[in-house]
């Protein structure tokens, strides 16, 4: 097991029937002047916006909507200078990871007085140094953003897509009610399913470290998640799947796992640029990604797919064997959940994708990723072409 640092300050409220402690756990962090965020109309459609104003009606509210699917930074700033001219002293996201990531890139950007994107872009001394706290009501099981600090930004003008996080962007609290499930379209729901899945995976699928507690956490996740996805798409109205589904998702990506072992993000850096170049859905092009990622790494993570895939998947036989189906399996999975698994299915507009993301690997020298440094750019442009 290798040494770790954990810390995860944010409270989840879990359950139905829970928003009207909205109103408590507001003052609770002397919350007055309040900003709340979400995305497109859903939440009048479903009738959660009323609801939740009239839980707010002791404090000045000022409304943002429309942040959009893999959140965009010209967005976020409109939103930002709306807070400034507001005062604004606490922020409520209401949705899922993309309003969720975008509030917490505007509570830190809020009060920062440079140009937030050189952050973003990881200058050197570029940081945040405060951030406004914030809390969510989530809608969507899927990315974790819930119960972790990390957030994506979109900047389709220059065909960027950045991360960020870091111990100020915690959310204060989380209310997480599996009743919104029922509200989301199938699609949505399929991606929740597998972003958790391909969250758990770049966790996992790396190499043994004699982390046993991580190891079976991880398998218990991805095996609830092969037996409730189907019947949570099937009847997202199932309370008990549906809450199956957004406990799974926020463990997935809460810190825990992580803990003592090896990480391999490349997929998920690999997707980024697919969701940048053609607004792809992020959950997508993880699956798109991920099983021609394992084909690619089949020699340094035989061991742990070999695993996977006895003990998730029950396959036996040779640890070369076993390994191939496992990620068969895996990208089975993704098609029973009705997700495509190759780039050509979302666009024609593929050539000189393979090269083009190789260059931005090569740009931001990212020549050595992967849980052994095993990703060169010329591997990162083999396991995109596999892809298209």
């Not at 997707?271 to 991920?290: K, M, P, S, V």
């Not at 029973?336 to 020298?365: M, P």
């Amino acid at each position: 097991m290798l040494n770790f640092e954990h810390y995860n300050p944010t409270r989840i409220v879990f359950g139905k029937d829970q928003l009207p402690r909205l109103p408590e756990l507001l003052n609770e962090h002397g919350a007055t002047r309040i900003l709340l965020v979400y995305g497109g109309g859903s939440i009048f459609r479903t009738g959660l916006h009323e609801k939740i104003v009239a839980q707010l009606s002791r404090f000045h509210v000022s409304e943002f909507g429309g942040v959009e699917p893999n959140p965009e930074y010209t967005t976020l700033m409109r939103a930002r200078e709306q807070a400034r001219e507001e005062n604004i002293d606490f922020i409520l996201a209401v949705g899922g990871g993309s309003v969720i990531d975008g509030v917490k890139f505007i509570s830190g950007a809020i009060h920062y007085n440079g140009d937030p994107w050189e952050v973003l872009e990881r200058k050197e001394g570029c940081t945040f140094t405060s951030a406004v706290p914030f809390g969510t009501i989530l809608t969507l099981p899927a990315t974790g953003s819930e119960a972790n600090s990390g957030a994506v930004v979109n900047r389709s003008e220059i065909e960027a897509k950045r991360t960020m996080g870091g111990p100020h962007f915690f959310p204060k609290f989380s209310l997480c009610d599996p009743t919104q499930v029922s509200t989301l379209p199938q699609r949505q729901i399929a991606n929740g399913i597998t972003d958790a899945f391909v969250h758990v995976l770049e966790q996992y699928l790396t190499y043994p470290t004699g982390n046993y507690l991580q190891e079976r956490q991880a398998e218990a996740i991805l095996s609830t998640l092969i037996e409730i996805g189907p019947g949570v798409i099937g009847n997202p109205s199932d309370y008990e799947l549906a809450a199956n589904l957004m406990w799974c998702a926020t463990h997935a990506l809460n810190g825990t796992l992580r803990c003592g072992v090896p990480t391999d993000w490349t997929t998920h850096m690999i997707g980024h640029e697919l969701t940048a170049f053609y607004g792809i859905d992020h959950a997508r092009t993880l699956a798109i990604i991920g099983p021609r990622l394992y084909e690619n790494s089949l020699d340094e993570k035989k061991e742990k797919l070999a695993q996977y895939g006895r003990r998730v998947w029950q396959l036996s036989g040779k640890d070369d064997e076993v390994a191939k189906q496992a990620i068969q399996k895996t990208e089975g999975f993704y098609h029973q959940l009705g997700i495509k698994t190759t780039v050509s299915e979302y666009t024609q507009e593929t050539k000189g994708l393979a090269q083009r993301i190789r260059g931005v690997f090569e740009e931001r020298n990212w020549v050595e990723m992967g849980e052994r440094n095993q990703f060169s750019p010329n591997r990162i442009e083999a396991i995109v072409e596999a892809a298209i």
